[in-house]
């Protein structure tokens, strides 16, 4: 048995959906103090010698001088850095009316179909016999 078939089918399907959130309260909350002190800081640097070593010079000799620098001072007077009290608050809410969102989707969709094959059936058989009037 050979067969053949041919469909369509088409659909629209639609999504939709609607998000709402209260609004979001935050509150963040910082204190801090700081505090620095340092006392003398006193530095005294005497003579430095600048030498040269010259190449042809006998092996251990004493290298001649050649300049002087010298006569430096450093003096940190004490210094002292205070905060206290440092304090920092914040709070609030996001979306005082809600947040809201909304999505509309819509899907469209169509297919097309051809099918053939063949369905090996056998039905059956008939045999018909026909006989005259008088035989019966």
Do not use: W
């Amino acid at each position: 048995m050979n067969f053949k078939a041919h469909a369509t089918m088409e659909s629209y399907p639609a999504f939709k959906t609607k998000i709402r959130m209260d609004p979001m309260h935050f509150d963040t909350s910082a204190l801090g103090s700081f505090e620095c002190a340092v006392g003398s800081i006193s530095a005294t640097i005497g003579e430095v010698p600048i030498r040269l070593a010259i190449p042809f010079m006998k092996p251990g000799s004493k290298l001649p001088l050649i300049a002087s620098v010298g006569g430096f001072r450093i003096k940190l007077d004490p210094f002292e850095a205070k905060f206290k009290g440092i304090h920092l608050q914040l709070s609030g809410a996001i979306g005082t009316k809600g947040l809201e969102g909304k999505m509309d989707c819509d899907v469209s969709c169509k297919t097309e179909m051809d099918v053939a094959g063949k369905l090996p059936v056998k039905i059956g058989a008939i045999k018909v016999s026909l006989s005259e009037e008088d035989d019966l």
